[in-house]
């Protein structure tokens, strides 16, 4: 045992032994997980995400308590005590990580040197920590498995990813908190981005793209305005001039062509679009990709 409390690592130098991971069982209704537990099964770094239904987690230090709902993050450490419980009427489902923190040599790393990380954190974006989280668990199951030809490679991906989704939480606990309805604006213009970022030549006109999000397109302008500080038209010229150029590296399709595939009912405004955008001609953009690539 360390005498002197080194000072708290950063994540980035840490290393992490996975320990026991799954998506848990749905918690049925009116099931609670003992203080008992915790204090038996609490022995590492655990995370669990919440994917589905309700419940709340109580800390019996403070009497503080913390609702348990889709989009929540729990990060808990050993020596702390809990309760939790689900509530209402669907059962509570989520994904649970535990996992062991070391220096870099490997050596376990004292409790009271682990790095600062909040215990609950509501992210903005379901959909991307939904997908990384399920991302995470695939990975490590693949580590474990005797015949897969790259544990390693799976181990080391799944250390890096949880590292990445660990610094996500602790960035956002540190964002000035947002009331739910600011919340779920934000999560609409977030996951309309996604939509326009896959599908670019889909929009033809910003209210097509604000329709996916349930909202007018005056009204999504201005949210869209608040959340990234652009229009919507900014974003779906930079998404279709974005697309254009991947068609200009690597397809054989003419500058028309192109232009018709992203919605452009005009070949010359399009260009001129482009040039204005990129501060060259598609052509100019198609011949310096292509002298890169020799």
Known sequence: MEKVPPSPETWSTLRLRFARFAQGATWPLGYRVPDTWFQRSLIDFTYWF???????????????TYSMHPGVCVLMRPGQHFTAAQVGNEGLGNIYIHASL???????????????????????????????????????????????????????AAES?????ILDLCHLHRLPKTSSTALYHQRAVEKALRVLDEQPQRFLSVEAW????????????????????KSPM?????????????????????VGMIAHQLGYENTHYFSRQFRKQTGMTASEYRRRAANRLR
């Open 102 to 156: 070391l220096r870099a040599d490997q050596t376990p790393l004292a409790l009271e040197a682990w790095p600062p990380c909040p215990l609950h954190t509501e992210v903005p974006d379901f959909d991307f920590f939904n997908i990384a989280t399920r991302r995470l668990l695939t990975l490590l199951r693949r580590s474990r498995e005797a015949d897969y030809p790259a544990q390693k490679e799976a181990l080391d």
């Open 234 to 254: 900014e974003h779906l010229i930079h998404a279709r001039i974005r697309q254009a150029k991947e068609y200009l590296q690597s397809s054989l399709l003419t």
């Open 50 to 64: 919440i994917y589905k239904g309700k419940g709340e987690l109580t800390d019996l230090e403070t009497g503080a």
């Open 161 to 165: 990813l949880f590292k990445g989704l």
């Open 210 to 229: 604000a329709a996916t999000s349930g909202y007018s397109a005056s009204h999504f302008r201005t949210l869209c305005l608040k959340y990234t500080g």
